[in-house]
């Protein structure tokens, strides 16, 4: 049983997300507050949970402040149950720097059929909260040349879930000037993608990060954020030249964006020049798109079980036999900086 505390300052939305948990044998709300002070009374009463639902924004204490004292004390996955952000805005980015492993969007009051439609995902990602681990961030920065990379014909694939928001910026703070072209899918709400994309920016010295838009180049230099509520797929533009373009249909293996989408749109474009890396997430996303992207003689890696919060997409992919090569988080890189 997944033991669950919600901490809203909305009655309504705890009430809400009470009935949806409901839907879920294997999940028990064992106690609520309107605000992290009150949580911590509630605390001594029922313990702590296996997973935390946490607002942002609330009286007394607000989230992130909340998740810097549990830092302290002891870790709790946490699934940050927030309203659309605004582009630019950072909050709810910042929430998975402090030790928030999902996002979701705030189900809206008053409308059955907005709790019908997240009741999947809010089970689901509260599931994968529950089996993420507690992984120590590396501090420690590669050695990065001065020097420019050499172009390559090469382009980067990346998909990742639970956890992916510390993995990407591991890996993208380490990146050497004038890379492979990277275009991601990390599972994120339509809204958050803008302002991750925006955050990155902000750190990555040596990359342009910003999110996919339709009819971006894959550019040297640049990374591309697959945006929340959308599939996103390369097409050709020229010889080694490639396009973004978003499409709108269905969720593919339960996500939209979907990583397998992505990936076998890179096989079938890019083909033997896709370099492609799945990272932590729960479930099976980007397997089979993985798997192509072998067959056509393309580039795959997996993130290793050790570095991820969850070692689900990873494990899926290499069980199927999709992936060449597993790496440790503090490798990716160095892999991507030596592209040729």
Do not use: W
Not at 29 to 52: H, M, S, T, W
Not at 163 to 175: R, Y
Not at 307 to 314: F, L, Q
């Amino acid at each position: 049983m997944i033991k669950v505390f919600i901490i809203d300052d909305s009655q309504l939305v705890r009430v809400t997300i009470k009935k949806i948990l409901k839907e879920c044998d294997e999940m028990e709300v064992i106690g609520e507050a309107e605000n992290p002070v009150d949580a911590f009374k509630e605390f001594k009463k029922v313990g702590l949970p296996d997973v935390f639902v946490l607002d942002i924004e609330m009286p007394k204490m607000d989230g992130i402040t909340f998740l810097k004292k549990m830092q302290k004390q002891k870790m709790i996955p946490t699934v940050i149950c927030s309203s659309l952000v605004v582009s630019g805005s950072t909050k709810s980015i910042d929430s998975l720097r402090y030790g928030a492993c999902e996002i979701i969007l705030k189900p809206k009051i008053g409308l059955h059929n907005s709790i019908d439609d997240i009741t999947d995902e809010f089970i689901t990602k509260i599931k994968a909260a529950s089996k993420s681990k507690i992984v120590t961030k590396n501090e420690s920065k590669i050695k990065i040349k001065n020097e420019l990379l050499v172009k390559t014909n090469k382009v980067v694939c990346i998909g990742s879930s639970t956890g992916g928001v510390s993995a990407l910026e591991e890996i993208f703070t380490n990146l050497a000037p004038n890379h492979a072209p990277i275009i991601v899918v990390q599972h994120m709400p339509a809204g958050f993608t803008a302002s991750f994309a925006n955050s990155l920016n902000k750190i990555c010295k040596n990359s342009l990060v910003k999110e996919a838009k339709e009819g971006d180049i894959l550019t040297h230099g640049e990374i591309l954020i697959a945006p929340g509520g959308i599939h996103v797929e390369v097409e050709n533009k020229e010889l080694f030249t490639y396009k973004v373009v978003l499409k709108n249909y269905p969720k593919v293996s339960s996500h939209k964006p979907s990583v397998d989408v992505l990936f076998t749109s890179m096989s079938k474009v890019v083909k033997n020049n896709t370099v492609s890396f799945i990272l932590t997430g729960m479930g099976s996303d980007g397997a089979q798109g993985m798997k192509k992207i072998k067959e056509v003689g393309g580039k795959t890696y997996g993130q290793d079980k050790e570095t991820c919060v969850v070692y689900g997409m990873p494990k899926v992919a290499f069980d199927i036999g999709a992936v060449s090569k597993v790496l440790p988080l503090n490798e990716i890189a160095k892999k991507i900086n030596k592209i040729k």
